[in-house]
């Protein structure tokens, strides 16, 4: 049996109190406050896209940690609410639906500061700092690599002049995880000795970092726009797409990213990979269909088997059952192998999605079931019967009237009675007689002379034709007619009995094939309800060519007064009525109004209703019978064996396992020309020397949320492996924790860097924060590089030294001029 593994349900952690937050730190941070800046705990922030967490750098691990988001509630009730913004867990607490989230960030880089305000407003006020009129102690923010000033800038803007932070120090999250990670496995570690090739994957993108001698090679540093979410993306409109019936569960971001963190891997070779799990559905194919027509034969026999396709008939005797029993049996020990090692699970997985059971019918809820079938079918023929009864008593109030007419006839009133059968429709009285002779033999009343018994009826049958008058003689051949009618009737009546009788020993000898035709009749029925059902649905849709075309000949033929009241409504001239019809050249604009539909619609409604009901009962009649003769179709019908069972809702991950993390190393998958990781590896790696290859291949490091995906690490080393023809050794290093390394990075470096003198070299403090301006960041080998006017530059630029430097460029340009007309 193959395992089939549940999606639990995310648990919403509640966001902590202001409160309880301040009971926590506010006793430490209380005699910390008289100290020296440099001597005061840090604040870190690791600023993430995905999740923001925050805490004091004296603790292990941080206090907050919340999807970075910030929501509005969409209520409109009062101000007060309106004005609201909720952040990280508190979002949690209200109705999803009812939230209209935004993130600062566009791709990793903070854009709407609007929101980091609330982000940092929440931050504080959780960290014990509500009551606060400054921010008295280091703050330690991480930003993405390679940030633009510009972002940095406003970010410092924010703090300095907001918050009132006394000193704030920009570290890269990747770099600070890097670092720490190699002080805690490296005694001897010192940050110019550390040399190493940072691979970063986390929500929005991933990054390339080679490190050498503590130096960020920066000119080599690459940056690939993609990371989780595109993951979650992608894994979300695959599985969507197979399977838009669950598209209430699936659509559920908790469930998809579920679904992602638990069930997704990297595959090491993904062709290799494609190619296994194509193998298996294969066997397994093969496998159901040698059930299936096991199946069948058990039910019709062999001869019988016929349903499928040959193809896959083929197919399924090609590998037969005892292969894919065999093929079962080695998948366990395969699993079973490699159980509690630390290989990737490669195999396809079952995840059944939340569902509910209904009750499963008892018998007597399914004799039920039948018995209130069965009462509609006797309904439905009760109606019949009294339609068809009604009609007879019309057929006998039309024969009684134009019999009584006879009476003018017998007191020879000849024209009253014509004038009367005229009144009637009737031209004359041989139409009268024929009438009369109709309706009699619709109802079933024999005239005098078929009363007669034959020898009566046809004596005239026996005699010969010259002892006979000619009015005798006509007789005898209207006679003859009627015995040899008589006959044929007698003989058909025969035939129909024996059809019967051919019918039943059918039933008896072969009632499989007789099953057959009952379930073709069955079908030929159920084809003509649902064509009409088909016509009756385009009938009814105003834009289809039939209504269109069923309206335009009911409005040529007019519609009498009703048709007159709507155009009376419209407000048209009456006299354009009255011309009866359309006039040529007139404009039709009869289905342009709703009120032309309705009477449409009255119309279309009434139609094929005698049809329906006779289909409706010949398929009842029918099904009654097939149900008499199959139990798995009685099943079908009463039990309504339709039921959901949990199959039903239980998706396969097949290829969609891996494919998602597959897009860092194929971007073209999601339609991206950019190069993916195994080729950026190659092109930072060929150019360089050996002896600097073997330096950063000594230390190829993972970290970062996304490279969590099971076999990442496998999947670098293997890409590594085949661009390094050298043979260089490669050392594959996972972090301790790819998601909080960053935070624990940032405390590293604040308890141990920030302390007397060293917070100056690693922190803008607040005085120089107002001397050199807000763009102003101090380096350090956790930060990234400042590009562009350099440091205390733009913002203090002596005007001298910028004219001196519009001199230079204008006497270059000068030089190159003359150089030109030379
Ligand atoms: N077990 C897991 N398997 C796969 N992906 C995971 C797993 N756990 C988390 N992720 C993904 O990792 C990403 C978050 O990574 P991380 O926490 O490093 O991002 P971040 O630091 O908030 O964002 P960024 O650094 O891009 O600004 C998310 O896309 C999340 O879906």
Redesign the pocket.
């Known amino acids: 049996m193959k395992k089939i593994f549940e999606i639990k349900p995310i648990e919403y952690k509640h966001s902590p109190s202001v409160k309880d937050a301040s009971d926590r730190f506010i006793p430490h941070l209380r005699p910390l406050k008289s100290k020296p800046l440099a001597d005061r705990p840090c604040i870190i922030i690791?600023?993430?896209?995905?999740?923001?967490?925050a805490g004091w750098s004296f603790e292990e691990t941080p206090f907050l940690k919340f999807r970075?988001m910030v929501a509005k509630p969409k209520t409109q009730v009062n101000k007060a609410i309106d004005a609201m913004h909720l952040v990280g867990d508190e979002l949690n607490e209200f109705d999803a639906g009812k939230l209209a989230k935004r993130s600062m960030?566009d791709?990793?880089i903070v854009y709407h500061y609007q929101s980091l305000e609330h982000m940092l407003d929440y931050t504080f006020g959780h960290l014990g700092l509500a009551g606060e009129s400054q921010i008295d102690y280091p703050l330690l923010m991480?930003e993405?690599m390679c940030n633009p000033n510009h972002c940095r800038q406003n970010m410092s803007e924010l703090l300095f002049e907001c918050y009132r932070v006394s000193a704030v120090s920009y570290s890269v999250?990747?770099l600070l995880s890097f670092y720490y990670n190699q002080s805690k496995r490296n005694e001897n570690f010192s940050v110019p000795n550390t040399s190493g090739l940072i691979v970063?994957?986390?929500?929005?993108?991933s990054h390339i970092i080679p490190i050498l001698d503590g130096q960020v090679a920066l000119e080599s540093t690459r940056r690939l726009a993609l990371?989780?979410?595109h993951?979650?993306e992608l894994l979300n409109k695959s599985l969507n797409l197979k399977y838009a019936q669950h598209k209430n569960t699936l659509q559920n971001p908790d469930a998809i990213?579920y679904i992602?963190?638990?069930h997704?891997y990297c595959a090491t070779n993904y062709r290799e990979q494609t190619l296994y799990l194509e193998g298996l559905f294969n066997e397994e194919r093969a496998y159901q269909l040698e059930e299936e027509r096991k199946k069948r034969e058990a039910l019709y026999g062999n001869a019988n088997a016929e349903y499928g396709s040959k193809e896959e008939e083929k197919k399924s005797t090609i590998s037969g059952r005892k292969i894919v029993t065999a093929v079962y049996k080695g998948r366990t020990q395969r699993q079973n192998e490699l159980e509690g090692e630390d290989v990737v699970d490669r195999e396809d997985h079952i995840i059944q999605l939340p569902w509910q059971q209904e009750p499963i019918p008892t018998d007597d809820e399914i004799r039920r079931r039948h018995e209130m079938r069965k009462e509609q079918g006797q309904k439905l023929k009760e109606i019949m019967q009294r339609k068809r009864e009604e009609k007879k008593r019309k057929m006998e109030d039309e024969l009684a009237d134009l019999q009584s007419l006879e009476a003018y006839r017998e007191q020879n009133q000849v024209s009253v009675f014509n004038e009367e059968i005229q009144n009637r429709g009737v031209k004359n009285f041989e139409e009268y007689k024929k009438k009369i002779r109709l309706l009699q033999i619709k109802l079933g009343i024999k005239s005098a002379e078929e009363k007669k018994p034959d020898e009566e009826k046809y004596n005239l049958l026996e005699i010969a034709d010259e002892f006979l008058s000619p009015e005798e003689l006509k007789r005898k051949r209207i006679q003859k007619m009627q015995k040899t009618a008589a006959m044929l009737r007698e003989e058909r009546k025969q035939v129909q009995k024996i059809e019967r009788d051919k019918i039943e020993e059918f039933k008896q000898s072969d009632p499989d094939s007789y099953l057959r035709q009952l379930y073709a009749k069955r079908k030929e029925i159920m084809d003509r309800i649902a064509e009409r059902q088909r016509r009756k649905e385009e009938f009814s849709k105003r834009g289809s060519k039939a209504a269109q075309r069923r309206l335009q000949m009911m409005a040529e033929i007019g519609l009498g007064a009703e048709n007159e009241g709507i155009q009376k409504k419209r407000g048209r001239p009456p006299a354009a009525q009255d011309q009866g019809g359309m006039q040529q050249g007139e404009d039709d604009d009869f289905g342009a109004a709703d009120e032309d539909w309705d009477v449409y619609r009255g119309i279309a409604k009434d139609g094929f209703s005698d049809e329906e009901e006779d289909d409706q009962q010949g398929l009842n009649e029918l099904e009654e019978q097939i149900a008499e003769i199959d139990p798995k179709f009685a099943n079908l019908i009463y039990n309504t064996s339709k039921q959901p069972t949990a199959e039903d809702y239980q998706i396969r991950l097949w290829s969609d396992r891996y494919r998602g993390?597959e897009i860092l190393f194929q971007p073209s998958i999601v339609g991206m020309e950019n190069a993916g990781l195994s080729e950026i590896l190659e092109n930072i790696l060929s150019p360089v020397s050996q002896a600097i290859r073997e330096k950063i291949l000594r230390c190829v490091f993972i970290?970062?949320?996304?490279?969590?995906?099971?076999g990442f690490d496998k999947r670098i080393k293997q890409e590594l492996t085949m661009i390094n023809r050298a043979g260089t050794p490669i050392n594959i290093v996972k972090c301790f924790d790819?998601?909080l390394d960053?935070w624990k990075g940032g405390a590293w470096l604040a308890n141990n860097f920030f302390s007397s003198k060293g917070l100056n070299e690693y922190s803008i403090s607040k005085a120089k924060y107002e001397e050199c301006g807000h763009h102003y960041l101090k380096e350090h080998f956790c930060s990234n590089f400042f590009y562009g006017p350099k440091q205390g530059g733009a913002g203090v630029m002596q005007l001298s030294k910028v004219v001196s430097l519009l001199q230079d460029k204008v006497q270059q340009s000068e030089g190159q001029l003359k150089r030109v007309k030379v």
Do not use: I, W
């Open positions: 690791d600023n993430g896209s995905y999740e923001c967490r970075n960030f791709k990793n991480t993405a999250d990747s970063s994957s986390s929500h929005q993108v990371g989780g979410s993951h979650l990213q992602m963190e638990n997704t993390s970290t970062g949320g996304h490279t969590k995906v099971p790819e998601q960053a």
